[in-house]
């Protein structure tokens, strides 16, 4: 019987996650068999089995069981209720098995601990299936674009919270009579008259006797002038000449440097007639014209003005989201943590059998990583590649030799070289061989 398909989408519509270098939809189908043979088929009845269509660029989700199929968000409360904790006990059965792969010796089991820890991250409630009321997640192992993986996994499947429960309210009491207070004393007023103290006199020894002082008012303006007339007669007359000989004995000698000094003569300044610019002879007028033959001159080369640049409109594209780009600062540093991720490689090349380009996704971390290509009749290659910034600052990812396919045959893997373009988006080049050098596209996927 065939399964029910319960959503389909394009993968450049969600970011790929994963762990150990390695996205968890890559090895979405190995991972479902894992834990069946680990007999964690409660957990595998949970995940929904991915189908990519040729062109690898789309996938179908099918109902991993049989059963009456329910959207999340057309079930009642009850239904994710029981729905949401059925899923918690599942990833923590998962983590306890996430924990214990990873403190694994074998590389293989580490990997396989790393995948588990990202497989229940999922973009939305609407991703979500009830059939017979056990939930199933579709399109696990992606997060939303420019997201990343949620630390509480089911935080968008919350349910709705439960009514607050009633709280009963007591009637108020009458408020009671305020107490009467009695002071047994009245209060003190807070400002009281002063307290006079009258102090009782001291014997005081007896002073003898004093002369009466008489205290004279101030005199008139008239007395005061009269005093100072007073004041001036009592200069003696005979201080006057003593008086006069002294300053004549300062005075001497600076009259006689005076008038010793030679007399110095005016300065008079020569003027000289200033002279007289003769205007330059005019020529004679005559009353006929010079006439010469005409002649024209051609413009030589180097004479002929020079037309100015035109501006040429400076034209800034944007840069898609999910477009390569190298990164300035990394590339002066030697580093390449602008590769890692998921990529899409679009060749420019068809297929001889279906006449489509092939599928070819490249997972690179820290210039290491592996290569998965879908042809033909939805065969599947793989092969081991590395990159790494060549001398001349253009970027290499090169594998170890051709893809090995599920058919038992070999695909020759292209020798890509990138270098930074406009805007510093990568402009890439696959070469097959000495002669078959095509153009390729990147385009991210996942982290």
Known sequence: MAKTLLRSGDL?????????????????????????????????????????????????????????VTSWKAADDDQRHRALRM??????????????????????????????????????????????????????GFVNLNERARDDRFSCLQTTTLDAPMVAVEPEADPLPAPKITLAQPDEPLLAPPVQVIAEPEDEPELPPQAPVLVESEPAPAAAETTAAARQRRIPLWSLPAAALIIAAVAA???????????????????????????????????????????????????????????????????????????????????????????????????????????????????????????????????DIFSGLHQNGELMIKSR????CSDGSRYPMPEISCKAGTSDVAECTGRYDANTVVPLTFRKVGA
């Open 87 to 140: 899923l918690e006990k599942l990833a923590d059965g998962a983590d306890s098995l996430s924990r214990k792969c990873l403190q694994s010796d074998k590389t293989a089991q580490q990997l396989f601990g790393a995948l588990l820890e990202k497989t229940l991250q999922f973009p939305g409630e609407n991703h979500v299936f009830l059939i017979d009321g056990k939930p199933v997640i579709t399109f696990w």
């Open 253 to 383: 000698p600076l009259l006689w440097t005076r008038q010793s000094a030679a007399p110095v003569a005016p300065v008079t300044a020569q003027t000289e007639p200033p002279e007289v610019l003769q205007p330059p002879p005019v020529p004679a007028l005559t009353t006929t014209l010079p006439l010469h033959q005409a002649s024209v001159s051609a413009l030589r080369a180097e004479e002929k003005p020079q037309e100015k640049p035109q501006n040429k409109p400076v034209v800034i594209a944007a840069i898609p989201k999910d477009a390569l780009v190298m990164d300035a600062g990394q590339m002066r540093a030697g580093t390449t943590r602008f590769l890692n991720g998921s990529w899409r490689v679009i060749v420019d090349v068809k297929d001889p059998v279906t006449g489509k380009a092939p599928s070819l996704r490249y997972q690179l971390l820290n210039n290491k990583g592996s290569a998965r290509l879908v042809h033909g009749d939805n065969v599947v290659c793989r092969a």
């Open 12 to 68: 450049d519509d969600f970011q790929a996650v994963g762990g150990g270098g390695q996205a968890v939809f890559a090895s979405a189908l190995q991972i479902r068999e894992t834990l069946r043979l680990r007999k964690q088929q409660a957990l595998v009845d949970c995940l929904a089995i991915p189908q990519v269509n040729d062109e690898g660029d789309r996938v179908d989700w099918y109902a991993p069981v049989e059963g009456q």
């Open 401 to 404: 030799g051709s893809a090995r």
